[in-house]
């Protein structure tokens, strides 16, 4: 089964730091760009940092020089490096991707992954 996992979300204190991770599992021959969303409540969702397959990499400007996008290809893995955490950085973190095996081609989509700033 193909699939993208989030995991590393949790409950930080404003100016801390998280490291989040997306695994995809699978007979995955390739892995298209990466991106990462986030989605606060009641709030649409917005793209927050994306990585492409040679490692071009954007970022939200809201997130500039706090957060770092990264990729492990050969563990199927990227990452999102978060710092200097505020409160408005509170939301649900989704990884996304085109996901590619010998027989198929998909759009997947991570359950998502808490991220809560508080003091």
């Known amino acids: 089964q193909v699939q993208l996992v989030e995991s590393g979300g949790g409950l930080v204190q404003p100016g801390g730091s998280l490291r989040l991770s997306c695994a995809a599992s699978?007979?995955?021959?390739?892995?298209?760009?990466i991106n990462w969303y986030r989605q606060a409540p009641g709030k649409q969702r917005d793209l927050v940092a994306v990585i492409t397959t040679g490692g071009s990499i954007k970022y939200a400007d809201s997130v500039k020089g706090r957060f770092t996008i990264s990729r492990d290809n050969a563990k199927n893995t990227a990452y999102l490096q978060m710092n200097s955490l505020k409160p408005e950085d509170t939301a649900v973190y989704y990884c996304n991707a085109i996901l590619r095996t010998s027989t198929s081609v998909g759009d997947y989509w991570g359950q998502g992954t808490q991220v809560t700033v508080s003091s």
């Open positions: 699978g007979s995955i021959v390739s892995i298209d760009a």
